[in-house]
């Protein structure tokens, strides 16, 4: 019982607080402690691929990073000219590593997003709300892992007549993926109508329907509720008081961590490993409780 089995609201709520501090923060700390968090709760919950799958974003930070600062010039510390006379400056490069790993960092939670917020969680809290909504989201979450295993079967089918997606010379290849791939378009709008007759005919969209639902906001939910409002609120003081502020234009200029500033970045660190917290200590109970019996 991880965090996976907390109240689907519970969920929501940190996970948007984890995505809106990634995409808000800009003090090496905070990121390194968002990134952090990510990489071990998306190992956790996706396993070995995501291993493979987080240190492949690394190169493609440090490529965005180049390629960010051959298009922005700003900053006083010049490294070199490029081949047409404009400067690269440390400062432009450094603001082009914190947006590769801010886009990184998102993925990672979006990885693991996907794992605990499931289909059945999202129509429990947007279905009474806005059913629309709650359809269209619910068939997306599905439809995502059936595209690839779909892909996959097309691509098996097409082999055994020898117009598989690595068999051939390179042109043969790209027309065989061009035609897999339109088959593959093929299939998907004849899902989603599908989809769509299938769940109106169910009266999805009828007003007043109701849905049965096996979540229960217990004692365990209420604790990590208060746990989570206090770390955001420590962190929110931090970032009004500026303890979060950087700067990268003209000069990279960042506040060490003081007294408010290493409290706020105490606060969100522990704000974004409270998942693993909560795994880490369900697992030591059910441990323990087995060594008691």
């Not at 390629?67 to 603001?95: A, D, K």
């Not at 043969?172 to 989809?195: G, K, Y």
């Not at 909560?278 to 697992?283: G, I, P, R, S, V």
Request: positive net charge; aromatic residues 14%.
């Amino acid at each position: 019982m991880g965090f996976e089995n907390c109240h689907p609201a519970v969920n929501f709520i940190f996970f948007a607080a984890a995505l809106y501090g990634t995409v808000c923060f800009n003090h090496p700390v905070f990121l390194a402690a968002a990134y952090i968090s990510a990489f071990v709760y998306s190992v956790r919950r996706c396993g070995k691929r995501a291993v493979a799958f987080n240190l492949g974003l690394l190169p493609l930070i440090l490529v965005f990073a180049l390629y960010y600062s051959s298009y922005h010039h700003f900053g006083v510390t010049v490294l070199r000219q490029n081949f047409i006379g404009n400067n690269l400056t440390v400062e432009s490069f450094v603001y082009g590593l914190v947006i590769g790993l801010r886009a990184a960092t998102l993925c990672m939670w979006s990885e693991a997003m996907f794992r605990v917020v499931t289909s059945d969680k999202v129509v429990y809290l947007f279905g009474r709300v806005s059913p629309r909504l709650s359809l269209f989201l619910t068939i997306l979450l599905r439809f995502i892992p059936r595209v690839g295993r779909e892909a996959r079967k097309i691509n098996l089918a097409q082999k055994g007549i020898g117009r598989g997606s690595n068999q051939g010379n390179v042109f043969q290849r790209f027309i065989n993926c061009l035609r897999i791939f339109s088959m593959l378009i093929t299939w998907m709008i004849s899902a989603l109508v599908q989809e769509s007759d299938s769940m109106r005919s169910r009266g999805s969209l009828l007003r007043g329907r109701t849905a049965f639902s096996i979540y229960r906001f217990d004692n365990r939910d209420r604790a990590f509720v208060i746990t989570l409002f206090t770390c955001i609120t420590l962190t929110a003081m931090g970032v009004i008081l500026g303890a979060s502020k950087m700067w990268y234009n003209p000069r990279i200029i960042w506040k060490p961590l003081e007294n408010l500033s290493a409290v706020t970045a105490v606060g969100y660190a522990a704000l974004c490993l409270l998942p693993m917290g909560l795994e880490f200590w369900t697992e030591y109970r059910f441990h323990r409780a087995r060594r008691e019996v």
